[in-house]
């Protein structure tokens, strides 16, 4: 194929389905860019990496385990084919090619009908390279473009000795990954990565790179310490550059130190990257400082991976529950319970603020705050799950002040225009809750409106299966209702709409004045007490476009009106604009 005749392009795929077919560490590097581009991501495949399965089991990607069918492309935008069978990877892209589908064969560009670039992103630019299907190239001149966009030039390191980087990869977030990390992974030869390291930035190495997946999932199938201590050594004495990427700092219950000691008593070359520990900064994402002046002198970090009463631990619980400063928990979700008791029973008070953050510094973070003496059955009703950082202290009453949580009780708004990715973004922020009702405050599709009917369809079918859907206008009622889950309500500017319509308020009537201001004034009442974990959207009406009617006038009035008092109760609010969300608040 003459790469002069390829058309180059770039997709927004937020809020699209992507599929993915294959279970392998290549997928795993699809999967991770997908993600990071916010699309919502299918993978079909018999069998999957420990990481995979992890985020299937976290509800961040969808899995259909099974051989592939071409049913499974139904509603796709983009396809991978990422098997190590030639002929299955054919079959998805022949499948591909009859529902006019772009598919990426990731065995064979010259087959491909697409393919993607070698990636690099810094300072707001995006840089895609294609060199003829030659992927070390495409990443050397990534690379160049990169550091060119950073106003410096790296040496060459095309001829350095085998060797090992233990990088820490950060809480999450690929951002936050240190600028030597970057380094490391563009020149390196060997990625071994764990569950919790950042993912997305294994899209961006050259497809040469061996990815190998140490998982490391709570009792699930995983490389042991010392075979991966041994993967390290092997591959560095064969002259490869080997990067163990990690998540958060290696050297904070990273057993970072054991793989140092493998490599230098093999006298093999490494070097020790730190990383940005999530047990500050997914605190600090929540809006808590682990310290703050007045408040606290100090910060004790422990591992709640085995409760307090068993033989293994090492930790004064009694001592922590008297020293006055923040205690943060790192893997203590399974134990919280046990370790809360053992606190209380050593006489910290019950009213002691805590606060969980789930998923810190991700698209998918979550918080939960209470005091101690309620923070398990907080959390047990949020239904909180590993990678999580528990806070107790006075600094974790900030989590409740700040704006820059959600807590279990959360009010979330999110504006927007047509077709912005305002439902798509509401969506994304319950990612990984299993139930969730979701609120239709529209009419349904009139029989003869198709295209509004598939519409609604798709929507329906990106949800996950666990989410119900209600068709209703008396939203105080879903608000006033406790012990029940969280709620996405879409849109606030429907249920306006309806609410003028039955109130007669298209026209001046002073009686159908009052009938709106009174619906309106419950909705934000019920809005400001309601325990329940709430996302709503509405239409952005501040665009200073004055409509030529009474009744298009009134509308916008009335809709600003609603957002700014909804917006007033709210722990966050989100502006979209052309597919790309903004938090506000």
């Known amino acids: 194929m003459d790469d002069e005749l390829l058309y180059p392009v770039s997709l927004r795929i937020r809020g699209r389905l992507a599929v993915v077919v294959g279970g392998g560490t290549v997928a795993m590097r699809k999967v991770g860019g997908l993600r990071a581009a916010g699309a919502d991501v299918r993978v079909v495949a018999p069998d999957l990496t420990p990481a995979l399965a992890d985020l299937a089991d976290r509800g961040v990607i969808t899995v259909a385990r099974k051989a592939f069918e071409p049913v499974d492309l139904d509603g796709a935008w983009f396809a991978f084919a990422c098997t190590d069978r030639p002929e299955v990877n054919a079959t998805v892209a022949a499948a591909a090619e009859d529902r006019r589908l772009w598919c990426v064969r990731a065995d064979d560009g010259v087959a491909s009908a697409a393919w993607t670039p070698a990636v690099g992103r810094a300072d707001g630019v995006t840089v895609a390279v ?210 809360v008791d053992s606190l209380r029973a050593a006489g910290m008070p019950a009213d002691t603020p805590a606060a969980c953050v789930v998923e810190g510094c991700t698209p998918r973070q979550r918080v939960v705050t209470a005091p101690l003496g309620e923070f398990v059955a907080a959390a047990d009703a949020a239904e909180i799950a590993n990678p999580a950082v528990v806070v107790i202290g006075d600094v974790a009453g900030f989590a409740s002040t700040t704006g820059q949580e959600r807590t279990s009780a959360d009010r979330v708004l999110v504006l927007g225009g047509a077709r912005s990715g305002k439902s798509a973004t509401a969506e994304r922020l319950l990612a990984g809750r299993e139930q969730v009702a979701y609120v239709a405050t529209g009419p349904a599709p009139a029989p003869d409106d198709a295209e509004w009917a598939e519409r609604v369809r798709l929507h329906q079918e990106r949800r996950p299966s666990g989410w119900t859907t209600v068709e209703t206008l008396d939203l105080v009622s879903l608000l006033d209702a406790v012990d029940e889950p969280p709620l996405l309500v879409d849109g606030l500017a429907t249920w306006l709409t309806a609410v003028l319509d039955e109130c007669g308020a298209w026209r001046r009537d002073p009686d159908a004045d009052r009938a709106v201001e009174e619906r309106v004034d419950a909705l934000v009442a019920a809005w400001r007490k309601t325990t329940r974990h709430v996302v709503a959207v509405s239409d952005e009406a501040g665009s200073g476009v004055v409509p030529g009617t009474y009744a298009g006038r009134r509308f916008r009035d009335e809709l600003g009106r609603l957002n700014a008092r909804i917006a007033a109760e709210c722990q966050q609010v989100w502006l979209c604009t052309a597919g790309v969300p903004r938090r506000l608040r």
Do not use: Y
């Open 130 to 339: 294609n060199a003829q299907r030659e992927p070390r190239r495409s990443a050397a001149l990534r690379d160049r473009f990169v550091e060119l966009v950073h106003e410096s030039v790296s040496e060459s390191r095309d001829n350095e000795p085998g060797g090992v980087a233990i990088v820490g990869g950060g809480p999450g977030d690929p951002g936050l990954l240190t600028v030597r990390g970057k380094e490391l992974l563009r020149a390196a030869d060997v990625v071994i990565t764990d569950r919790l390291a950042p993912h997305d930035v294994l899209d961006e190495l050259p497809s040469g790179v061996e990815v190998i997946d140490a998982a490391k999932v709570p009792r699930a199938a995983g490389m042991r310490q010392e075979r991966i201590n041994e993967a390290l050594v092997e591959h560095a004495r064969a002259g490869r550059r080997v990067v163990r990427l990690k998540g958060g700092d290696p050297f904070v219950f990273g057993r970072g130190l054991e793989e140092v000691i493998a490599c230098a008593n093999a006298d093999v070359p490494v070097e020790v990257v730190p990383g940005v520990t999530s047990a500050v900064a997914a605190a600090a994402s929540a809006g808590v400082p682990v310290t703050h002046r007045g408040v606290t002198q100090g910060f004790t970090v422990v591992s709640g991976h085995v409760p307090p009463d068993d033989p293994r631990s090492q930790v004064d619980w009694a001592a922590l529950a008297k020293c006055g400063t923040t205690l943060v928990l790192l893997m203590a979700v399974e134990n919280l319970a046990a370790i």
